[in-house]
T-cell receptor
């Protein structure tokens, strides 16, 4: 297993467009997390899945954001009608039930909204 | 109020020397976990070390050790024998038992190791 993967690594989009990111967690990990990291800040929690169930969403996750994990494996994060303030690094992490605190992060998707 | 405070925006250290990166935290939970992650310029967050609130011994992982002072609510990272490859951003994070294992991060400290 090569760890958590995220695609694309970079995305440039125009304001108002929709974008979708994908995260493939480590195969045996049933917990999946999305974080957002803006310049000069630490990552901020967005949402959390246990298997296919979305159990927690941050207030940072506005109505324009939606996340899914349909089969409890990979996850997608979609941003509709992007705004310049959405420009950030979007990080995905996964962990295993028995060791939930050991979150393994992917390389992130850097979004630039022009 | 910030839950995780890292007061050092940047730190410089010479190769082979030890360096301490500061972290203080705020929580009302009795059970919590403290973490340090390294983020090189490539962007990936690399897990370094974990300390549970009930652990009596300070955590150690190779050249990394966590100086846990519960009464002071501090969890400083000590890197011994710094290497050039240690140059990166370092983030302190906390998991509260009430938070579904989600992590709250500090703003980070940029460490630069010089030859």
């Amino acid at each position: 297993d090569t760890g958590v993967s995220q695609n694309p690594r970079h995305k440039i989009t125009k304001r108002g467009q929709n974008v979708t990111f994908r995260c493939d967690p480590i195969s045996e990990h049933n917990r999946l997390y999305w974080y957002r990291q803006t310049l000069g800040q630490g990552p901020e929690f967005l949402t959390y899945f246990q298997n296919e169930a979305q159990l927690e969403k941050s207030r940072l996750l506005s109505d324009r954001f939606s996340a899914e994990r349909p089969k409890g494996s990979f996850s997608t994060l979609e941003i509709q009608r992007t705004e310049q303030g959405d420009s950030a690094m979007y990080l995905c992490a996964s962990s295993f039930d028995r060791t939930p605190f050991e979150q393994y992060f992917g390389p992130g998707t850097r979004l630039t909204v022009t | 109020a910030q839950k995780i405070t890292q007061t050092q925006p940047g730190m410089f250290v010479q190769e082979k020397e030890a360096v301490t990166l500061d972290c203080t935290y705020d929580t009302s939970d009795q059970s919590y976990g403290l973490f340090w992650y390294k983020q090189p310029s490539s962007g990936e967050m690399i897990f370094l070390i974990y300390q549970g609130s009930y652990d009596e011994q300070n955590a150690t992982e190779g050249r990394y050790s966590l100086n846990f002072q519960k009464a002071r609510k501090s969890a400083n990272l000590v890197i011994s024998a710094s290497q050039l490859g240690d140059s990166a951003m370092y983030f302190c994070a906390m998991r509260e038992v009430s938070g579904y294992s989600t992590l709250t991060f500090g703003k980070g400290t940029m460490l630069l190791v010089s030859p």
